[in-house]
């Protein structure tokens, strides 16, 4: 059996009791750390947090592991049970469906745990679920690549009136260009985009577009550390979110639609 479970947002201790069962059973354990993190993903000692109360040693599965050795959890998991890990809930992204997929097309029995993610828990903010259009990446521009098909999505977003969930860009363990064109892989420094970058990569592509589809002075909501304890969140205008220090990662954006009375009670207070 492969077990995928979710994590939650905030600590060790967000997982459910129905999750912790299931990898106290486990042979071997796995923990998927690129496509997000944990808070304990940015202390020294959360890992050990994590397998003391589970009770079990852990693996760390990065971005190289679950892409290109992903057979070798899949054949573990032929013969054992084998927990897979992910942050929030399993299905937040798409590369846990693929491991899904490569397990049924393998004959692996398949046990889904499900948990919070960011898609439902910015429902915190008083913008109702169900007001959201599609979700955007923005990724961190570099000199030479500085790619906009985000913009599109927004665009049709507010067309309708509705919220745009901004998931920002997390860099870990990614090879350098030198190292890859020597072919010995050396790794860029961890990096987690700040809700103030994210802004000024909007305004930056609304300035280059220049279609109006927001600007400086449209409403937002910026999250810091959703699920956590000490957890941040701030709604004003983008000009006004540039100025806030929202903290250590990880950051989430959301650019706010046509809102409901009630909707507008609850932004006031997170308003700056």
């Known amino acids: ?29 796995y923990m998927e750390a690129y496509t997000s993190l944990l808070s304990f993903g940015l202390s020294p000692n959360g890992l050990s947090n994590l397998e003391n109360l589970y009770g079990r040693s852990i693996a760390i599965a990065d971005r190289e592991m679950v892409e290109e050795k992903a057979d070798e959890i899949l054949n573990e998991a032929q013969s054992s049970d084998v927990a897979f890990l992910v942050v929030g809930d399993p299905f937040g992204a798409t590369t846990h469906t693929d491991l899904v997929v490569r397990a049924k097309k ?13 898609m439902n828990a910015v429902g915190v903010c008083g913008l109702q679920l169900y007001h959201y259009g599609e979700t955007v990446s923005i990724p961190f521009f570099t000199e030479t690549w500085r790619p ?17 969930l901004c998931l920002l860009d997390i860099r870990v363990k990614e090879p350098t260009i030198e190292s890859l064109c020597r072919g010995k892989k050396q790794y860029e420094p ?69 809102t409901h009375p009630v909707e507008e009670e609850m932004l006031e207070f997170y308003g700056l």
């Open 106 to 118: 393998l004959g692996v029995e398949v046990k889904v745990v499900h948990n919070a993610s960011v």
């Open 148 to 164: 906009d098909s985000f913009y599109e999505k927004i665009r049709e977003n507010r067309k309708l009136g509705l919220h745009t």
């Open 190 to 258: 961890a990096r987690f985009m700040t809700v103030n970058t994210a802004i000024e990569q909007l305004l930056e592509v609304e300035e280059a577009r220049g279609e109006s589809v927001y600007g400086e002075n449209t409403i937002c909501v910026g999250f810091a550390r959703l699920g956590s304890e000490d957890q941040k969140v701030v709604a004003g205008s983008m000009k006004q979110l540039l100025t806030v220090d929202f903290g250590a990662p990880l950051h989430c954006l959301v650019i706010v639609g046509k």
């Open 1 to 29: 059996m492969l077990y995928i479970i979710g994590l939650g947002l905030g600590d060790e201790k967000d997982i459910t009791l129905k999750g912790l069962e299931a990898v106290k059973k486990c042979s071997k354990v």
